[in-house]
């Protein structure tokens, strides 16, 4: 119940958060940058949600491939911003997603999270045949057997969630792309003006990033989870790479929307990624302190010290872009209006 009326008050929030900007006149590209990277945590923090009334488990294939999907939604969906000058949103999008998972955490309160394990959907008879398990990949739970005849109802909503995301991915690729097919005189202003950020060039880079991070965050989960062989120490290791990756992805899209509302040019490579591809090497390297080598606590300790790398490179350049736009637009970021040196009053 606490987290359905938790993601209630976030999306009521997020949802009247421009409107109340508008009636009071106050809205600002600082506002656009505080506004997209709350949403870009959230991206990650409603799957771990959700988690709870599934019951997947922490090291569970689909709930990680489920996270790191809906983050490259999220940032596809804000190059058709960056590059046709509005969003793109589909029919099935973030709103219709939350709203499914407060209805879900709702229904679970009630019936605990046995009520999406054991209830099970008849399918297809042509479909008994089958077992959904990536090439032996997948191992136990997150392998989907459809041999019985039936399958959990988390199966039917891990499937519509998936397939509903990577339509919208095909989707916004193409949508961020459109600017480029068509006459150059027929592009937006902003394109045929050459702002940071936009151009064919670095369109492509943009893809290339957040593929690469996908690829990155499903690789190092995948190690801690073969490679970390003692449970406490593995679970320990997941739940704080959750919170490094949910920091990584919200620094990669801060990058984005200060390139897109300051015209700043966006780095190659995300400190906080380099970052990521280290604690996934360090992981590799925790094996052999499982075999004796070490006291077992540093093992667990080394983990808090990256995490707090990634949490202080992020919020350090969260407060300095703060401060930075509020000095350029001459604008308090905690209070409506501010007044200037000549008395008159600034949105």
């Not at 958060?17 to 997209?36: I, N, V």
């Not at 679970?108 to 209830?119: I, K, L, Q």
């Not at 991070?213 to 995948?222: D, N, R």
């Not at 490094?244 to 040019?265: A, K």
Request: charged share 15%.
């Amino acid at each position: 119940f606490l987290l359905a009326f938790c993601i209630l008050v976030y999306q009521t929030l997020d949802g009247s958060d421009g409107k109340q900007a508008r009636r009071t006149k106050s809205g600002s590209a600082l506002g656009e940058f505080m506004d997209h990277g709350a949403d870009a945590l959230s991206t990650a923090l409603i799957p771990f949600m959700a988690n709870d009334a599934l019951a997947l488990g922490i090291d569970s294939f689909w709930l990680w491939f489920c996270v790191v999907l809906a983050q490259m939604c999220f940032y596809l969906s804000n190059l058709t911003l960056v590059h046709r000058g509005r969003q793109t949103f589909f029919p099935l999008d973030a709103m219709e997603v939350q709203w499914a998972t407060i209805t879900m955490l709702f229904i679970t309160g009630f019936t605990g999270p046995s009520f999406w394990t054991e209830t099970r959907i008849a399918i297809p008879a042509f479909m008994h045949s089958f077992k959904f398990d990536a090439g032996g990949a997948l191992q136990g739970s997150d392998a989907i057997d459809f041999t019985s005849g039936s399958v959990p109802l988390r199966a039917c909503f891990l499937a519509g969630g998936v397939l509903g995301c990577f339509s919208n991915y095909v989707r916004y690729i193409y949508d961020a792309a459109l600017p480029y097919l068509v006459a150059k005189e027929q592009q937006p202003a902003h394109v045929r003006a050459k702002v940071p950020g936009t151009g064919i060039k670095s369109l492509f880079f943009q893809y290339m990033l957040i593929h690469f991070y996908f690829a990155v965050a499903m690789l190092s989960y995948k190690t801690i989870s073969m490679l970390v062989t003692d449970e406490h120490r593995k679970n320990v290791a997941l739940r704080v790479f959750a919170v490094c990756l949910t920091l990584t992805f919200g620094d990669i899209m801060n990058r984005i929307l200060v390139m897109r509302v300051g015209h700043h040019p966006l780095p190659k490579i995300p400190q906080n990624l380099v970052i990521v591809m280290f604690y996934t090497f360090a992981c590799m390297e925790d094996t052999g302190l499982q075999k004796g080598f070490e006291p077992k606590i540093l093992g667990i300790l080394w983990y808090f010290p990256v995490s707090w790398l990634i949490a202080m490179n992020y919020f350090s350049f969260v407060i300095e872009t703060i401060r930075h736009m509020s000095l350029v637009l001459d604008i308090h970021p905690f209070k409506i209006k501010s007044q200037v040196s000549s008395g008159s009053k600034t949105e």
